[in-house]
């Protein structure tokens, strides 16, 4: 996969929040092939690679329920991995990777967040 866009991407964006995957855990799974066919982790590579020569940063976050929780609301809304649309009692609806693309920025803005008076973050 030809990949001439991603230093544009890296000169454009100031940080990169991406899932903690366990990728030798998922190898072991049910979506092995895919995993492997993907090749996650040589991405995950050569897009750190990119940001640290942009001056950028890569931030992994917990992917835990990305994609149960409405990222409108916070509410957890159970569904079966194969069910690709979220809909929340509260009324919010979208494709399943929208709303844990979401959840996965928030989490990462707030790993970011100025949590110090000094202005030192400490994530």
């Known amino acids: 996969m030809p990949l001439s866009w991603l230093p544009t991407w890296c000169a454009a964006s100031m940080s990169f929040y991406v899932e903690a995957l366990n990728l030798q855990g998922l190898a072991r ?3 092995a092939r895919d995993c492997h066919d993907q090749a996650w982790g040589a991405f995950l590579t050569i897009l750190t690679d990119k940001a640290v ?3 950028r940063s890569v931030i992994a976050v917990d992917a ?3 994609s149960q929780l409405c990222s409108a609301c916070g509410a957890l809304v159970p569904k079966p991995l194969g069910e690709r649309w ?3 009692a ?3 609806q979208a494709d399943r990777d929208i709303n844990a693309a979401r959840n996965i920025y928030r989490l990462g803005e707030s790993r970011q967040a100025l949590t110090w008076s000094t202005g ?3 994530a």
Do not use: L
Request: aromatic share 6%; proline share 0%.
């Open 120 to 122: 030192a973050c400490v």
């Open 53 to 55: 020569e942009a001056g």
């Open 29 to 31: 799974s049910h979506v």
């Open 90 to 92: 509260c009324g919010y």
């Open 86 to 88: 979220h809909r929340c």
């Open 64 to 66: 835990r329920n990305t």
